[in-house]
């Protein structure tokens, strides 16, 4: 459904969301991420994707700072969320969160009910005035991640208790229930089955409406499938960076070609 | 065998994996051979404690059953107020010592009612059978009720130690050749008058609630004020040892920096919790009653001691149960924008509290059962007869504490003390179990919240 050919998908000039100049990343000794300079757009959905080990999580993690409570790692460089520089001695990480949320890899719901996995976000920002307000945040980001239907019967119950692929959405209503303006998601579909996978990616598309999604992949059909703008990452560099469709059919460097059809990675 | 079965045309095996080869059958009796060593070390450790258990239950048992005489007394007023104006400060002024024919008599009394003849020539000899807590006990019932001076009042009497240990068995005729403290004749009074009825042996309630009493009178002693002595060290120990632990767990395991004084501080918590308990004895001695000069003996400073044992325990565990909740909580937390503390307050420390409570509590299980620091604060050797007055009284007056107590008794030389000693660790491990009982439920209850 969603495996239109690359070319097809009209991809309209938008805002930049974040802007990432000189970005270096050291763990301890190492070099992790290398010069990276990146646009990421408002409202459109941009796949990381390169061979393991090769930074792409680490960058991720960088643009709402989760990488601060790794006591090794140093960022250097400037990242610019609308404008501002999120590394700024002035920005406390917290804030910046709120507004930059994240879905990991592997489902982490809280080992709550299902309602406050979804409440607890609102309920430390005080983005609700009382319980109906809150009832209405958590129904209307449970439908925003597909799962309303499937839990609207049991919201008190554990969220550990869904399935995988249950979880997952739910970590992504969780997300979105504090009206975040950009999502990260660090291979949020590694743990899924191809039906959630599907699931999600439809999730991911309708996301893009609000939010600028920022994806990491391993599946290059992903990345194809759901984003409008593809970076490729090699050895803690941006290699490449373009429309999906042109990184796809078209790539410049030899670097981004052999890795997509297979010969790196 | 096989080979009538073979299907034809199938290959012949290279080895047949119905013969087992050398290697796999080494390997198979080595895997026996270690079965059979485990099983062999688990059934080591379970027969040493049925032995233990047995000789608890064995030794200890007979100290929750006493002996008592059921005799009437004359309380004869001549005696006990002379000048018949029934005053409290006149009828004071008779000595324990002034009761003691009182007794005489009403064993003679009672004796010749049951038809028992007194084998003995001086009736004195009688005054043997009974406590010598017997005259305190009958003054404190006439103090306390004047008016009844010239009746006669039916009394319950402790039995002395050694006609008690005759009726559990502990004391046997031949014993008592070389004893001043009773006489052969002495049994047979008893024996005439356990079938008469007016002597028996009952449970003992007294051993449970009852005060400690000097080393002559075995048969008054108590655990119930020393008791009262480890529940104020207690107190102490988990208002103290508890929040201190857990915070300090918190902020070392998800605050502080990693460097090397907090590797330092880690290094020497987990030192502390092998340092004998003992030193911790001595450092409360110094710094606690020589420096800060806290009462000696008070639970308190027992308390404060115990603490400062208890803590490392805490603090590892804690931080061992923090460690245990996965990363990713913590992630999902910052990831919606919880701060620090919020992600731990909210999220880790809920996770976290079965372990922190299962820690805690075992620590305290170890305190309550530590008996050496005890010696250095002077809570051994303390004779534990009075209930405190009230909640500061009980931190601040001299008290001991069920090890304490269970040690002083053992130390004692009366065979009669030894049996308390036995009876008191009953008790102990009771206390001990049901707080293991409740850490389990704790655990329970928290984890099927998750």
Known sequence: MYDAPASELKVTQKETKIAANKVQVFYGDTHAIKDVDVQIEDKTVTAFIGPSGCGKSTFLRCLNRMNDTIDICRVQGQILLDGEDIYDPKVDPVQLRAKVGMVFQKPNPFPKSIYDNIAYGPRIHGLAKNKADLDDIVEKSLRRGAIWNEVKDRLHSPGTGLSGGQQQRLCIARAVATEPEVLLMDEPCSALDPIATGQVEELIDELRENYSVVIVTHSMQQAARVSQKTAFFHLGSLVEYGETGQIFTNPVDPRTESYITGRIG | ?450
């Open chain 2, 1 to 450: 065998m096989t080979d009538a079965t073979t299907t034809p045309g199938a290959a012949a095996p290279k080895s047949s994996l119905l013969q087992l080869d050398d290697r796999v059958r080494r390997r198979n009796a080595a895997e026996r051979r270690f079965k059979a060593y485990g099983i062999a070390a688990v059934s080591i450790g379970l027969v040493f404690l049925a032995l233990l258990l047995f000789a608890i239950i064995r030794n200890g048992v007979p100290a929750y059953t006493q002996t008592f005489l059921t005799v009437p007394i004359e309380l004869q007023a001549d005696k006990l107020d002379k000048n018949g104006n029934r005053d409290l400060e006149e009828i004071q002024k008779v000595s324990t010592f002034g009761y003691k024919p009182l007794i005489i008599d009403g064993m003679e009394a009672a004796l010749a009612g049951q038809g028992i003849a007194s084998p003995f020539e001086k009736a004195k000899d009688l005054e043997k059978m009974v406590s010598a807590s017997a005259p305190a006990q009958i003054r404190d019932f006439v103090l306390a009720n004047p008016d009844r001076i010239g009746e006669t009042v039916e009394f319950r009497l402790l039995a002395s130690s050694r006609v008690d240990g005759y009726l559990k068995g502990r004391v046997a005729r031949e014993d008592l050749a070389r004893d001043k403290n009773l006489d052969a004749e002495h049994l047979d009074v008893a024996d005439a008058m356990r079938d008469a009825g007016i002597l028996e042996r009952t449970f003992n309630w007294a051993f449970i609630f009852g005060a400690d009493a000097s080393e002559s009178r075995p048969e008054q002693a108590g655990i119930g004020v020393s008791m009262i002595g480890s529940f104020f060290m207690m107190l102490v120990v988990l208002g103290l040892a508890l929040p201190i632990g857990v915070a300090a767990s918190i902020y070392l395991e998800e605050f502080a920096p990693k460097n090397r004084w907090t590797d330092l501080i880690e290094v020497n918590i987990s030192n502390l919790a092998a340092v004998p308990s003992i030193v911790f004895g001595i450092l409360g001695l110094a710094v606690f009653i020589q420096f800060a000069h806290l009462p000696q003996s008070a639970p308190l400073v027992g308390g404060l001691v115990l603490t400062l044992m208890t803590l490392p325990t805490i603090i590892i565990s804690t931080r061992a149960s923090l460690k245990a909740v996965p990363p990713s909580i913590r992630d999902a937390a910052l990831g919606v924008g919880a701060s620090k503390m919020q992600s731990v307050f909210h999220h880790v420390l809920p996770l976290a509290m079965p372990g922190i409570l299962t820690g805690t509590i075992i620590g305290l299980a170890q305190a309550l059962g530590e008996t050496a620091p005890l010696l250095l604060i002077g809570m051994v050797g303390y004779i534990a007869s009075n209930y405190p007055d009230g909640i500061a009284s009980g931190f601040l007056d001299p008290n001991s504490a069920m090890p304490a107590q269970i040690y002083e008794w053992a130390k004692r030389a009366d065979p009669a003390y030894y049996e308390r000693a036995w009876g008191g660790i009953i008790i102990l491990l009771l206390f001990l179990m049901t707080m293991n009982i409740i850490a389990i439920i704790l655990r329970r209850r928290f984890e099927r919240r998750w």
